[in-house]
């Protein structure tokens, strides 16, 4: 099986995933679910290089000085691996999106009119160094009927591509191109740039990963992308809350994972539970840097004065921000102000107050008596994915098998023409 | 009622635009109804002024010589401004997308998944000469809940500042704020450039026009936007088709409204039929400039060889390539290289090849016995349409007012977190 060289250009690579992306778009779930389980099998069966490929990275990476998160990130492990594998396995027994009819209607004329779920083409995903997105981002496209052409950092290089290698290995031998997972090795800045202007080759361009990833595609893709966003949540408690509830609602969604998009990053409370909520939460939330305005300051005690940042700050740690408002329209209003358009959540017994929350406010998820950390593709029942998009255009919230789809419409009539 | 100032900034009046879309976005479906009727109504009591204006534009456009295209486009007629209140009052009848329940499923842990139908926000519109796309593009994004911002040429300014007014003054009339229809009047390059790059205010940019508003577009935006592209549509006549439904679909393809994306610009034809149905083609396609491969140049007398770029060309006028196949795969290759991905049509009575095509080619339209004239927003049943996307990501084929709109995820619990 021939590898693709790190000599050949991000062009042509790109050419070589869409051509393999025509394949694929009309090749049977079956093909794709067997080229999912080889990868899985050829994965499990090849720890071992996977495992000294990885280390040859992470060896590189501590010898040029990076910081630990980086080599938390890279590092692979048995049963990381193992996970790449069940992944594919897991994304093999969900449900092919590809030729699901949405829609279809029959219009007076007799014409009769289908909306069909078809791949996108080729997606490409841009990633840092995280070695499972290549083989976690590889098999919801393929699965999706795409081809997935992949770019992850030079950190990860040796292990993205004996990952790859396997990738291609069990689509071929499922009778799919190699080319449906095509993995750019030249990790250059300037690859990235090309990459991320291909126009002709890419349908989609996902990226995954943190704030500077996000705006280099900003400023540089001038093919579609799909932003997987900052997640500045909100946990708006009201004064209608029960409080034990809202205590739960928020410690969860500080504390249960703070490094992820859907963590809480701040409180909103309302004044007039302010004193008997703030000191109950400062104690719940013990080992988290509060920063709030006057009215919870004086409340907590210790607790330092928020800045300006600080109501727009995702902190992806233990720190909150704290607001005490007079009322719904204040707590609407501040987290309009502030909202990543991630997840919004409001505690309230108050009917018409979730009702406005829920209608006014702006974000891919809002979430009424529940915790922000519920906006996932996995716990919305997706199976897996591939990201939580927080733009407005082609796909909203959690990113499934759909989302990695389009649509066509195929109308047939009897020799119908137009008037 | 105060206008726009033609002096205010584009990025003032953005943030004008962006403010009026939230309180659109939970205006009642009778507010913004009215909002159209009252426009409707003021535009028919001021046909007089509308006129007026619009004989100021054309007059300084004969001025400065321009083509008798863009004085057709640009030119008003009592007829034309009648229609511009129809088609506001046609959308006021039209559905309100707004708060249509897409989805909605219960998970294991209770919570309550609803994806819900909201605006986008601010929607940019940015086109050519014709006057009328300020109320047919505004009363569209408004019925939708958004905010329009337009962006129309220097040609057309008059006129366009006639028809916002009345625009504005409609939703005023409502109890809607005026800004939910914002014009830019500085129609200079650089004012077209920062419109199409105004990250915070516009959720979506739909350029109309023709390719070199495209191309600006695409070298130029940093907003989300959605392509209304080219249609460079193929005819396929295959060895099974009635060729006499063959030859009514071609003729209307071609010959009903040549000017418009939807009309046919390429003849693909089975050699086993090439014989019978080319020379009877050109016959009934009198007044058409033919252009073909060799073997259609031997059946047609007088036609011209096609070049490698007649393959590629929408003529969007009286001509059209004609190229011979030996097979449907041969077809579905020529066809596959060539298309714009707007429409493409299969002729035949043979099933299997109906499904080939229509599984293989890659269009946001595929047609099956039926003229390629029917990939529009009315003909499919949308009621109206902004424009038909030929691009992958949000939207594909017809746009009506459903495409104008993103959605929400609303999660309701009970208290639910995250273990």
Redesign the interface.
């Known amino acids: 099986m021939a590898l693709v060289s790190a000599m050949t250009s991000v062009s042509e690579l790109g050419r070589r995933a869409k051509t393999a992306s025509?394949a694929l778009?009309?090749a049977s779930t079956a093909a794709k679910d067997a080229a999912l389980l080889a990868a899985a099998d050829l994965i499990e069966q090849n720890v071992g290089s996977l495992l000294s490929a990885n280390a040859r990275d992470v060896e590189r990476a501590l010898a040029e000085g990076v910081t630990t998160t980086v080599v938390d990130r890279l590092r692979l492990s048995e049963a990381r691996v193992g996970s790449m594998a069940s992944g594919l396995r897991q994304v093999a027994g969900l449900r092919d999106p590809v030729g699901e009819v949405t829609e279809g209607?029959t219009?007076p004329n007799g014409?009769r009119?289908e909306k069909v779920r078809?791949p996108?083409?080729v997606v490409a995903i841009i990633y840092e160094n995280r070695p499972n997105v290549t083989s976690d981002a590889a098999g919801l496209c393929v699965k999706a009927g795409n081809a997935a052409f992949l770019r992850g950092s030079s950190t990860a290089i040796e292990s993205n591509r004996a990952v790859a290698a396997l990738l291609r290995e069990g689509a071929a031998k499922a009778g799919l191109p190699e080319d449906c997972v095509v993995l750019v090795e030249d990790t250059s800045y300037g690859s990235a740039r090309e990459f991320m202007r291909l126009?002709d080759v890419v349908?989609?361009l996902i990226p995954r990963g943190g704030p500077s990833l996000i705006q280099a595609v900003?400023d540089n893709a001038?093919v579609?992308y799909?932003i997987d966003g900052d997640g500045n949540c909100h946990v708006y408690v009201d004064a209608s809350a029960?409080l034990d509830?809202a205590l739960?609602?928020l410690v969860?969604g500080k504390m249960?994972r703070p490094s992820v998009c859907n963590a809480t990053e701040s409180l909103v409370v309302h004044a007039d539970v302010a004193a008997d909520f703030l000191p109950r939460a400062a104690r719940a939330l013990e080992g988290v840097r509060l920063v709030g305005d006057d009215v919870a300051r004086a409340l907590v005690e210790g607790m330092e004065q928020a800045t300006e940042e600080d109501w727009g700050r995702e902190y992806l740690g233990l720190a909150l921000s704290v607001r005490v408002v007079d009322d719904l329209d204040a707590a609407i209003a501040h987290v309009?102000r502030y909202s990543s358009g991630h997840t919004e959540a409001i505690v309230t017994r108050d009917l018409l107050a979730?009702q406005r929350f829920?209608?006014?406010v702006?974000?891919?998820?809002?979430?009424?008596?529940?915790?922000t950390?519920?906006?996932d593709g996995e716990?919305?029942?997706f199976g897996a994915e591939i990201g939580i998009s927080t733009?407005?255009?082609?796909a909203?919230?959690p990113m499934g098998l759909r989302e990695l789809t389009?649509?066509?419409?195929?109308?047939?009539?009897?020799?119908?023409?137009?008037s």
């Open positions: 025509r778009a009309t209607w219009r014409l009119i078809v996108l083409g126009r349908d989609c900003r001038t579609p799909v029960d509830m739960s609602i969860n249960q309009q979730a829920t209608r006014e702006d974000a891919a998820a809002v979430m009424v008596n529940a915790s950390r519920f906006t716990q919305f029942g733009q407005k255009l082609h909203r919230g389009t649509t066509k419409y195929i109308v047939t009539g009897e020799g119908q023409i137009r």
